[in-house]
């Protein structure tokens, strides 16, 4: 299966990535999908359906803070 890439990808990085830790960066991919990669192995790139990129987000957001 072939993957359509914004080319280049335009990578955006989390807005709690301080300095040039190991940060979460995605871009868009031309099919609608995301890209994800860590910001210190910038070769290894996952790729998420539209579908499944907003399942991961509402798990992410389910998640209790530090504060509870």
């Known amino acids: 299966m072939s993957h359509s890439f914004v080319d280049p990808p335009l990578w955006r990085r989390g807005s709690r990535c301080v300095g040039d830790h190991h940060c979460v960066e995605v871009a868009a991919a031309d099919d609608g999908g995301v890209l994800m990669r860590n910001s210190q192995r910038p070769d290894d790139v ?23």
């Open 46 to 68: 996952l790729r998420l359906t539209a579908d499944q990129w907003r399942d991961f987000l509402r798990m992410v957001r389910s998640i209790p803070g530090p504060d509870g």
